[in-house]
């Protein structure tokens, strides 16, 4: 038996397994600092010692990691400049798809097909208008969740194509609703901030037209506002200087950009 309790077996770890493959750490910028110094070693010298052991190791290892945040953000900040140093040898910046409308077409296309063979379904037939009235609306989003909001029209598409004319009344009536509903969540997370409230204050034009309506929900407004200059704030400013440049601490910068404000 091992050193721990109901250890009655050898394990390689992690590393072990990965001897002459691929680590892939998601989201590098949440590693805590410990294990970010553990594995400097790992990374440089191709050596690691298990929990319990003093036994050295070998495990040659090839390191991919991800983040989506800024890399001006996590360097120095977040991550250990010497860890840092280490896995940002070679850099490869994947574009919003927003940033690639011309590339719309042939992601979406592959994102079906992908998202059906997931599904163990047949991928749906389109005619050529359809195709192109489907990217055109993903072109016109905004799209801040990237291939998840393309994932998820693809799927309410699969779903509601094959019964179209029975509980839709045609094809158009199901991409619409599609669409709608594969991009409600974009809708409520990002277009539903005031932005016209927010063009009539720097115009200094009136907001009669808005309290004689429905009225201004304020709390939601100052909410909006909030994450959106939170996450601004948080890509674009260097965690040392966010107090400088902006007059808010670095906590209350990381409440904004998730709404906890």
Known sequence: EGSYTGAIADRNGILGDLNDDVLFLDEIGDLDRGSQRMLIRAIEEKKYSQFGSEKVQESDFRLVSATNRPLRELEGGDLDRDFFDR???LRITMPALRDIPEDLD??????????AARAGVDRVDLMNAEEKRIVDRLRNEELPGNYRDMMRVASHLLLFLPSADARFGSRKKAIDAALDEGLSFVAESVQDIPRELAVRYASGDSLKSFLSGDGINVKEALASYRIYLGTEIGNHVKKKEIREKSGIGYETMNKWRKGEA
Do not use: F
């Open 87 to 89: 896995i940002s040898v």
């Open 106 to 115: 042939w992601i979406w296309a592959k994102m079906l097909t992908d998202v």
